[in-house]
């Protein structure tokens, strides 16, 4: 039985995936040997977190070789020149703001604070991302956050207005540690705010591909608040975001600064009522995950026997889960479409699927597109307009397996 990582208390088993490869860890060569873990989720009875019950060691996956870079999608890009307004817009009655994010990936947010001569602080630990965010002019060190790296910049820089993390704060699986960071370098009525895939999302659309290595965590308001609270902290705010297939941003400020806005009363009663409070709550999870996997690969392979050619669009993070568990390889999908340049003549973790270039999107006679980059759908949609068009069509599967 596992312990949780935040309270210490035994964790309900949630579901269980198996062996399961690194999510980014694509592969130059397809025979070379690859690591593989067991991937299982669990619930903590007594603060609510939920989180993996074993998770590699962050080198394995935070590394120069770190396959994600941020801007690969204009939506997001737009998104996180939002983020910056809004911390422009809080800290617009303090004097030289100081704004440190972590995680700052290549900079898709802090550019937009450096470009305005914003004092600020990105903290990467993928070298590769991190020369990107540099190369956008931004100030960044190579490190992981936690209470010493925070000590280190509140002696070095003073203390901060506002810490940010998106896609992040669920990546760190010493989380204690990066609160405890957070309540050292957060000047008295500074603020965090933090993003990241929504539990109450992911259970109610079954959205499980969200569950890999790089998520160790996945937060609700309800552990938001207990964690926050152990280490001074409150939560005060909570933001929906549409981004990322369904992600919440959290606010936190020291306790008793701020009284919570009513939005964090009303989302904790929307988690109660998906009782995700409860382990009773994730019951059904398992099932509804199943009866995805079966039927998405039953429909791949109809249209395999009909002779009907598919291939993949993003090789996501998320789809390592997907393909890994419902066992989906090249027999079924013939490649994969992606525009990052490092994720491009490699095979995907553990299926081995190849990935190419966007060019090779729909060679001739492929009418099926399974869209693993679902959380980009609009996106991907407006942009493959010509595709539906001329009749071809769009494999999704959140919350069931449909064809559009
Ligand atoms: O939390 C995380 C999120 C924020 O990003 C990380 N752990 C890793 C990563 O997860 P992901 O890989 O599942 O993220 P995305 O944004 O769903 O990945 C999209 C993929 O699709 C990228 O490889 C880029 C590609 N893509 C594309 O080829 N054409 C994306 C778009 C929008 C496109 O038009
Ligand atoms: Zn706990």
Request: proline share 4%; with cysteine.
């Amino acid at each position: 039985m596992s312990q949780c990582r935040v309270c210490s208390a035994a964790l309900e088993p949630v579901i269980d995936f198996g062996r399961m490869p690194i999510a980014n860890g694509f592969l130059k060569d397809p025979k070379a040997k690859e690591f593989f873990y067991n991937m299982a989720v669990g619930f903590c009875p007594s603060c609510l977190m939920v989180q993996l019950t074993e998770a590699p060691a962050p080198e394995m996956m935070f590394n120069d070789s770190y396959a994600f870079f941020s801007s690969t999608s204009r939506a997001m890009a737009e998104h996180f020149r939002g983020n910056a307004e809004e911390v422009l817009a809080r800290t617009s009655r303090s004097s030289a703001p100081f704004i440190v994010e972590l995680g700052c990936n290549d900079g898709i947010m802090l550019k937009n604070l450096a470009a305005k001569g914003v004092k600020h602080l990105g903290i990467e630990p993928s070298s590769n991302v991190a020369r990107a965010a540099r190369q956008n002019g931004v100030n960044v060190t190579e490190k992981f956050f936690n209470a010493a790296t925070a000590q280190a910049i509140l002696k070095e820089y003073g203390p901060a207005d506002v810490i940010c993390g998106s896609n992040v704060f669920c990546h760190i699986e010493d989380i204690n540690s990066v609160f405890a960071g957070l309540a050292i370098l957060l000047k008295p009525e500074g603020y965090v705010y933090f993003e990241d895939p929504y539990l109450w999302d992911i259970i109610q659309k079954s959205s499980f591909d969200q569950i890999y290595d790089e998520h160790v965590y996945y937060f609700s308001g309800l552990s938001v608040r207990n964690l926050a609270a152990r280490h001074g902290l409150e939560l005060v705010d909570m933001a929906h975001q549409e981004v990322h297939g369904g992600s919440m941003r959290y606010y936190l400020k020291r306790k008793g600064v701020q009284a919570p806005a009513s939005a964090v009363a009303e989302w904790i009663a929307k988690e109660k009522e998906l009782k995700i409070d409860v382990i009773d709550g994730y019951r059904v999870f398992k099932s509804k995950v199943d009866v995805i996997c079966r039927d998405l690969k039953a429909l791949l392979v109809d249209l395999k026997a009909k002779g009907a050619r598919v291939v993949g669009y993003g090789a996501t993070s998320k789809s390592t889960t997907l393909l890994n568990y419902a066992g989906i390889g090249p027999e079924l999908i013939e490649h994969i479409s992606d525009t990052t340049p490092t994720k491009i003549g490699r095979f995907t973790p553990g299926m081995h699927i190849p990935v190419k270039a966007y060019e090779d999107l729909v060679p001739g006679g492929v009418r099926y597109v399974l869209l693993l980059a679902w959380n980009h759908k609009k996106e991907i949609m407006a942009k493959e307009r010509a595709f539906q068009a001329q009749g071809g069509k769009f494999i999704t599967y959140f919350p069931a397996v449909v064809m559009e």
